[in-house]
Each structure stands twice: as C-alpha cells, then as structure tokens.
C-alpha cells in the first residue's frame, strides 16, 4: 500500500527532526511510506528547522488550528491518491514502530484504526487523574451515542483507508477533532477498530491545554458529539 504519515506540527522546532527520523526509520518492505510535515503557521522556528533539515513540508500562511492542519493533510493523501493516511503527532509522544500494526489492521478490512492508550497496559504514559476522567467521560458518550466503545477517543494516532481519506479531506472538525470524527465514522456504518500502542512522554515544550481549556474542551466537544450523532445519516451521504 502507498502510505501517507500526516504530522501536524505548531511550535514543534525541538521535537520534528526527531519525530521525522522516527519515521524514517520505519523500513517497511510490503509498503511505500511517506510524510508530510503541516507547518501551521507556527510561531517559532519550525519552518525553518524543517527547510534546513530538507524535511517535506506545506507551510500554512497562517495558524488553522488542528483541524484545518490535519485536513490538509487528508486533502494532500486525497489528491495524490494514497491508499492509506496515518496521523502522527509532531510532539514525539507517538512511536512510528506501531504503524505496522495499525496498516495490519486496515488490511483486515477496517476503515479507521485507532492507536489507543487503554485497551492494555502498554503505555508507560500516564495522563494526569483530570484528563483520564475525561477521556472515560467522552468513551462513554460516545458508547451512548453510536452503541459502539471507543476506549481513546482522544487519540491522534489513527490510520484511515481511501473511504475515509476522502470523507475527512471533504469534511473535518476544526476543533479538537478526534471524537467528533469518530462518531461521524461510526454512524455512517464504517468498520472502526484499536489497537494498543505505547504513547510517550513529551519531550519538548508543553500541551496548549490548561484547566481552563480543558472545561471548554469537555464542554464542546460533548455538544459536537452529540450534533454529530444526531445528524449524521448512516452510509455515504
């Protein structure tokens, strides 16, 4: 399969060589695997980190937000016909040794394979006791909502196959997009899977989200899951 790693990066200057290397790495014999760096619209030294570094990049002109960032990504694997598209955090807390696994589990049929942090033990990664009641919070909202558990809806460490690229370049969630896309997947009847994968500490720099965006968080990303259960129809429409 020709394999797409979309990296959305945002004030990444200390963490993207490592995390492209990461990548590099990876020797995969079945599958061609690529990168594409999202430089979105960062306000530190990633563009320039990447140019010197010779790493494949698009540079927004300005800062979308993860969404737009991811989106464009999903538009780039749409455009150059990729079969699959993996999203790679740029903070070096993924691990590129699982993307075997996730391609593994689109090979079985599914559409959209979910790296996740609690269908075992292997992560060495403890979330804080305030973002694990959340994440538990949102997993069963969703269970609700589409009859289905996702144990790490959070998670951005997904594969998805050609259906999914297409629907995700067409049409994405702007903000904290995760558990809202995967509600949207689940109630349109595309098979959705997890596996686990080991999660690392960040290295470099810190997450954008405090308390106080961890309430707005909480609060809309709950209502987007809702809408999204609510009004999407089930099949390609």
Known sequence: MKVLVIIPAYNEEKNIVKTVKNIQALKLPTHTIDYIVINDGSCDNTKKVCIENKINMIDLPFNLG?????????????????????????????????????????????????????????????????????????????????????????????????????????????????????????????????????????ENGKSSINFIKSIYYMIKVSFAITIAALATKKGND
């Not at 993860?66 to 990504?73: D, S």
């Not at 997904?158 to 809202?180: G, N, V, W």
């Open 66 to 202: 993860i969404g737009g960032a991811v989106q464009t990504g999903y538009k780039y694997a749409y455009y150059n016909k990729y079969d699959v598209a993996i999203q790679f955090d740029g903070d070096g807390q993924h691990d590129a040794l699982y993307i075997e696994n996730l391609l593994t589990e689109i090979e079985k049929g599914n559409n959209i394979v979910i790296g996740s942090r609690f269908v075992s033990e292997l992560s060495t990664f403890k979330s804080t006791r305030l973002r694990r009641i959340g994440i538990n919070f949102l997993s069963n909202l969703i269970k609700i909502m589409t009859n289905k558990k996702i144990y790490d809806p959070t998670s951005g460490f997904r594969a998805c196959d050609k259906k999914i690229i297409e629907l995700f370049q067409h049409d994405y969630p702007s903000d904290y997009p995760e558990p809202d896309s995967i509600v949207t997947v689940i109630k349109k009847g595309y098979q959705v899977s997890e596996i686990p994968v080991k999660m690392n500490k960040r």
